[in-house]
Nanobody
Framework: QVQLVESGGGLVQAGGSLRLSCVAS?????????GAWYRQAPGKQRELVAS???????IYADSVKDRFTISRDNAKNTMYLQMNLLKPEDTAVYFC?????????WGQGTQVTVSS
């Protein structure tokens, strides 16, 4: 089973930036059908933030469009989420996810807290 580990979360002031990383247990980002970042705030359902297809096409939630960028580095077995101009409403636990064929794998999440 593919294991994913997120890192890069932390506390940042509004307007600041963070880069989240998602490291896979093996060289899998060259074969994934879809990679994605989700987030979940307390009391809310998990929300799709950004996704990237095997062909490199990206889709973003309207709330993060023009502020967040999803990317991957296959050689490093890593997927990234660059977050700029952070807002307090971005506060959540961020999870990375990959789909290989019909199997979805999830990381444990990394906390992002944006202060006013």
């Amino acid at each position: 089973q593919v294991q994913l580990v997120e890192s890069g979360g932390g506390l940042v002031q509004a307007g600041g930036s963070l880069r989240l990383s998602c490291v896979a247990s093996g060289s899998i980002f060259n074969i994934i059908s879809m990679g994605a970042w989700y987030r979940q705030a307390p009391g809310k359902q998990r929300e799709l933030v950004a996704s990237i297809t095997s062909g490199g096409r990206t889709i973003y939630a309207d709330s993060v469009k023009d502020r967040f960028t999803i990317s991957r580095d296959n050689a490093k077995n890593t997927m990234y989420l660059q977050m700029n101009l952070l807002k307090p409403e971005d506060t959540a636990v961020y999870f990375c996810s990959v789909q290989i064929h019909v199997i979805n794998s999830w990381g444990q999440g990394t906390q992002v807290t944006v202060s006013s």
